[in-house]
């Protein structure tokens, strides 16, 4: 029998607004970080790697007191947000690897890098670290300046969102997915994997 | 007065409790400041705590929180520990004092030991019609590949003594580490030439050919739209390939068509970057004898930008005037189809398998090709049969009509036949019939045009019928076989079918005689069946 033209099929369902997915768990994709060591990722339990966080803090404080005009608040406030983002940025945001990708064959391209660390194994003294490192550095902050409730709340909700929220173990490799679709195009020709 | 009396009663039992507490507190405060550095540990405090309790509760949850954080203790990784089940000793201990080692090959079950002693055994060498030992009459071989009877043939027989004599039996090593002797580079250039293509390489094997080409090319991330009849190791290597496969129905162009178009909605959707794609399919199907139309599939990959890749494994040396495939029957040059992969085993009675195409495609399976990188090249005597069984096909385009005509012959005989129907394409040399389904009185008469899947079929009674049907036309000097596919493993379950391989080598008397036999020995099976 002759499939329908797709634009009249009857009235498809949306998905949900907001749908948590686990992403990078299928076998073959285990397999295949299985086979060679994870270079991208075990850089963080290398000499100097944790103290890279406190010398980048302090040359950061440094150029940003330089500016002319700086209260110690926005000081703080900039230092902190400012490397809460970046962390964000490197360890949540990009996945993957840059290196090549014939040892792996793309098996890490759905991890972000803080899922890499340590194949997946959660509470690690590399992970500790990283987790500590963003909360020492809020707490700090607060007790060299007194914060006005802005400038505390704002330090507060980076703190939460961008660096304690996603180091979760629960929330490994799971993804958080606004308005997903789906409706399986062309759901008579099935697809692997699905 | 009378009811201030009950709570000084009760103020009077909690004094010595609040003087308790106060007196503790003290002390406990004196005690503190005796410690050196506590003052430098109060003023910290103090200062942190800016007059603000609701800032400093929330710094203390912070710390609780961070402290709980660095006491938990590590977890397993992803590696493999999902499954680990924590034994203490003594279950340990039991466990290793139950344990009775399995053999390590299993018993064959009693349908296994009946396969095992139906499969019949030849003395000397195979060909149209070899002798059996265990009766030592003559049969009529309908099982082997020897499509134009090259099986057996005495110039190329001689051809390989010569080469033998030349260069000794094994090549070696691998193509790309010593491997390769001339005769090898003379047959890839025999095939490029003889198929129109710029050039061909080779592997050892024929099976592990398109297993290879296809990871070779398709990676993670990519998209193959991959037909469901496809042989197992079409579906291997695609699973090697790891890429993302959409299947179409077996031979259905508008499917094909809604594949397509599927992905290119999907790739719109998720705004994603282009990617390679790739069609892949047979050209005559190995599990059913199903032949493409190859101009309509170039037409649908140009239009849509996609790669084809076509495994001509029984097609090559067995359709077109002189056997170069689907190419010359639809007449469409070679170097339409990117990858065009073949089987020297099938079409040219040799051993291996190439794969023909563009000269960037051929040099990139020089490294990439795993099959090509990590296998023994093939022996050199059977490089120069694959050579002369091309000069043959060549010079003597009457084999291929001979094999059109004894197919012909043959399928007369059997649609006349009650009980099977025929699958496959009428100029297809692999004649594949199955057991037509009982279709009760209520449904369609289109019985055996029903679509793969649709019906459901009972796999081992349908396969020990066919079985019977082998044995009894082995009985009568009629060698067959049933097609045979690991199950459970196959992507899509095929129907038992028994597969006939035709071969130009027979007259056609005898095509027609060994017909007979087949369609009296199916008449006997199925009337002792009903």
């Given at each position: 029998p002759i499939p329908p033209p797709p634009n009249l099929k009857g009235r498809q369902r949306r998905g949900s607004i907001v749908k948590v997915?686990?992403?990078?768990?299928?076998?073959?994709?285990?397999?295949?970080?299985?086979?060679?060591?994870?270079?991208?990722?075990?850089?963080?339990?290398?000499?100097?790697?944790?103290?890279?966080?406190?010398?980048?803090?302090?040359?950061?404080?440094?150029?940003?007191?330089?500016?002319?005009?700086?209260?110690?608040?926005?000081?703080?406030?900039?230092?902190?947000?400012?490397?809460?983002?970046?962390?964000?940025?490197?360890?949540?945001?990009?996945?993957?690897?840059?290196?090549?990708?014939?040892?792996?064959?793309?098996?890490?391209?759905?991890?972000?890098?803080?899922?890499?660390?340590?194949?997946?194994?959660?509470?690690?003294?590399?992970?500790?670290?990283?987790?500590?490192?963003?909360?020492l550095l809020f707490l700090i902050s607060t007790h060299y300046t007194s914060y006005d409730p802005w400038p505390f709340a704002i330090n507060l909700t980076a703190l939460i969102v961008l660096a304690i929220i996603p180091k979760l173990p629960q929330l490994h490799r799971q993804r958080v997915r606004f308005l997903a679709e789906d409706i399986a195009s062309g759901a008579q020709t099935p697809v692997t994997p699905n | 007065m009378e009811n201030a009396l009950p709570s000084s009663s009760v103020s009077s039992t909690l004094e010595p409790v609040l003087a308790l507490l106060a007196y503790s507190l003290t002390k406990l405060e004196t005690g503190f400041y005796q410690i050196p550095g506590s003052a430098v540990v109060a003023r910290y405090v103090k200062s942190s705590h800016q007059n603000d309790p609701g800032r400093t509760i929330l710094e203390v949850i912070l710390i609780i929180f961070a402290i709980r954080t660095l006491l938990q203790s590590r977890t397993r990784s992803d590696r493999g520990g999902k499954h680990y089940i924590q034994f203490g000793d003594k279950e340990v201990d039991e466990l290793v004092d139950e344990w009775t080692p399995e053999p390590l090959a299993q018993p064959l079950t009693e349908w296994e030991q009946k396969e095992l002693a139906s499969i019949p055994v030849i003395a000397g060498p195979n060909g149209p019609k070899p002798k059996l030992v265990s009766t030592g009459k003559t049969v009529t071989n309908l099982a082997s590949y020897n499509f134009t009877g090259l099986a057996g043939n005495e110039h190329i027989k001689e051809r390989a003594v010569d080469t033998l004599r030349k260069y000794g039996l094994?090549?070696?090593?691998?193509?790309?580490?010593?491997?390769?002797?001339?005769?090898?580079?003379?047959?890839?250039?025999?095939?490029?030439?003889?198929?129109?293509?710029?050039?061909?390489?080779?592997?050892?094997?024929?099976?592990?050919?398109?297993?290879?080409?296809?990871?070779?090319?398709?990676?993670?991330?990519?998209?193959?739209?991959?037909?469901?009849?496809?042989?197992?190791?079409?579906?291997?290597?695609?699973?090697?390939?790891?890429?993302?496969?959409?299947?179409?129905?077996?031979?259905?162009?508008?499917?094909?068509?809604?594949?397509?178009?599927?992905?290119?909605?999907?790739?719109?959707?998720?705004?994603?970057?282009?990617?390679?794609?790739?069609?892949?399919?047979?050209?005559?199907?190995?599990?059913?004898?199903?032949?493409?139309?190859?101009?309509?599939?170039?037409?649908?990959?140009?239009?849509?930008?996609?790669?084809?890749?076509?495994?001509?494994?029984?097609?090559?040396?067995?359709?077109?005037?002189?056997?170069?495939?689907?190419?010359?029957?639809?007449?469409?040059?070679?170097?339409?189809?990117?990858?065009?992969?073949?089987?020297?085993?099938?079409?040219?009675?040799s051993s291996g398998g190439f794969c023909a195409g563009s000269t960037i495609v051929v040099e990139h399976q020089r490294i990439n090709g795993t099959s090509f990188v990590?296998?023994?090249?093939?022996?050199?005597?059977?490089?120069?049969?694959?050579?002369?069984?091309?000069?043959?096909l060549r010079n003597t385009p009457s084999t291929l009509s001979a094999l059109q005509e004894n197919i012909r012959a043959l399928r007369a005989v059997l649609e006349k036949t009650e009980g099977i129907a025929i699958l496959g394409h009428r100029a297809?040399?692999?004649?594949?019939?199955?057991?037509?389904?009982?279709?009760?009185?209520?449904?369609?008469?289109?019985?055996?045009?029903?679509?793969?899947?649709?019906?459901?079929?009972?796999?081992?009674?349908?396969?020990?019928?066919?079985?019977?049907?082998?044995?009894?036309?082995?009985?009568?000097?009629?060698?067959?076989?049933?097609?045979?596919?690991?199950?459970?493993?196959?992507?899509?379950?095929?129907?038992?079918?028994?597969?006939?391989?035709m071969t130009s080598a027979l007259t056609r008397k005898e095509v027609e005689k060994a017909a007979g036999v087949v369609k009296a020995s199916i008449a006997r099976v199925l009337s002792r069946r009903r």
């Amino acid at each position: 029998p002759i499939p329908p033209p797709p634009n009249l099929k009857g009235r498809q369902r949306r998905g949900s607004i907001v749908k948590v997915e686990e992403v990078g768990g299928r076998t073959e994709e285990l397999l295949d970080r299985n086979a060679y060591v994870n270079i991208n990722a075990n850089w963080v339990n290398a000499k100097g790697a944790w103290l890279i966080h406190v010398v980048l803090i302090l040359l950061g404080k440094i150029v940003v007191d330089t500016v002319p005009g700086m209260t110690q608040q926005i000081s703080w406030t900039l230092v902190n947000t400012i490397y809460l983002a970046l962390s964000y940025l490197m360890f949540h945001w990009v996945t993957g690897m840059p290196f090549d990708s014939e040892l792996h064959g793309g098996a890490y391209d759905d991890l972000t890098l803080w899922e890499q660390i340590d194949d997946g194994a959660q509470y690690t003294p590399a992970r500790k670290w990283l987790f500590t490192a963003p909360i020492l550095l809020f707490l700090i902050s607060t007790h060299y300046t007194s914060y006005d409730p802005w400038p505390f709340a704002i330090n507060l909700t980076a703190l939460i969102v961008l660096a304690i929220i996603p180091k979760l173990p629960q929330l490994h490799r799971q993804r958080v997915r606004f308005l997903a679709e789906d409706i399986a195009s062309g759901a008579q020709t099935p697809v692997t994997p699905n | 007065m009378e009811n201030a009396l009950p709570s000084s009663s009760v103020s009077s039992t909690l004094e010595p409790v609040l003087a308790l507490l106060a007196y503790s507190l003290t002390k406990l405060e004196t005690g503190f400041y005796q410690i050196p550095g506590s003052a430098v540990v109060a003023r910290y405090v103090k200062s942190s705590h800016q007059n603000d309790p609701g800032r400093t509760i929330l710094e203390v949850i912070l710390i609780i929180f961070a402290i709980r954080t660095l006491l938990q203790s590590r977890t397993r990784s992803d590696r493999g520990g999902k499954h680990y089940i924590q034994f203490g000793d003594k279950e340990v201990d039991e466990l290793v004092d139950e344990w009775t080692p399995e053999p390590l090959a299993q018993p064959l079950t009693e349908w296994e030991q009946k396969e095992l002693a139906s499969i019949p055994v030849i003395a000397g060498p195979n060909g149209p019609k070899p002798k059996l030992v265990s009766t030592g009459k003559t049969v009529t071989n309908l099982a082997s590949y020897n499509f134009t009877g090259l099986a057996g043939n005495e110039h190329i027989k001689e051809r390989a003594v010569d080469t033998l004599r030349k260069y000794g039996l094994g090549s070696c090593g691998p193509p790309g580490f010593y491997g390769t002797i001339d005769v090898h580079m003379d047959l890839e250039k025999d095939i490029a030439e003889f198929l129109g293509a710029e050039a061909a390489i080779l592997y050892s094997q024929g099976y592990s050919t398109v297993s290879s080409v296809i990871p070779a090319f398709c990676k993670r991330g990519d998209i193959i739209v991959a037909d469901r009849g496809v042989n197992y190791a079409i579906q291997k290597g695609i699973q090697l390939s790891r890429s993302t496969v959409r299947w179409f129905d077996h031979n259905d162009l508008r499917s094909l068509e809604d594949a397509l178009q599927a992905v290119e909605r999907d790739r719109k959707k998720r705004k994603g970057p282009l990617t390679r794609r790739f069609i892949i399919t047979e050209g005559i199907f190995e599990r059913d004898g199903e032949m493409v139309d190859l101009p309509k599939i170039i037409e649908l990959k140009n239009k849509y930008k996609y790669r084809l890749i076509l495994d001509e494994s029984i097609s090559f040396g067995t359709v077109g005037r002189t056997g170069r495939g689907l190419t010359e029957l639809y007449n469409v040059p070679a170097s339409q189809i990117d990858m065009l992969v073949g089987s020297v085993a099938n079409g040219l009675c040799s051993s291996g398998g190439f794969c023909a195409g563009s000269t960037i495609v051929v040099e990139h399976q020089r490294i990439n090709g795993t099959s090509f990188v990590f296998s023994a090249s093939m022996p050199a005597l059977l490089a120069v049969s694959g050579s002369e069984a091309i000069t043959y096909l060549r010079n003597t385009p009457s084999t291929l009509s001979a094999l059109q005509e004894n197919i012909r012959a043959l399928r007369a005989v059997l649609e006349k036949t009650e009980g099977i129907a025929i699958l496959g394409h009428r100029a297809s040399p692999i004649v594949h019939f199955s057991l037509r389904s009982v279709a009760p009185a209520s449904l369609s008469p289109a019985s055996a045009a029903t679509p793969a899947g649709k019906e459901s079929f009972d796999v081992d009674g349908e396969e020990r019928i066919l079985q019977e049907i082998v044995e009894d036309a082995l009985a009568n000097g009629v060698m067959l076989t049933r097609a045979k596919y690991l199950r459970k493993q196959e992507m899509f379950e095929p129907r038992p079918t028994i597969r006939i391989a035709m071969t130009s080598a027979l007259t056609r008397k005898e095509v027609e005689k060994a017909a007979g036999v087949v369609k009296a020995s199916i008449a006997r099976v199925l009337s002792r069946r009903r």
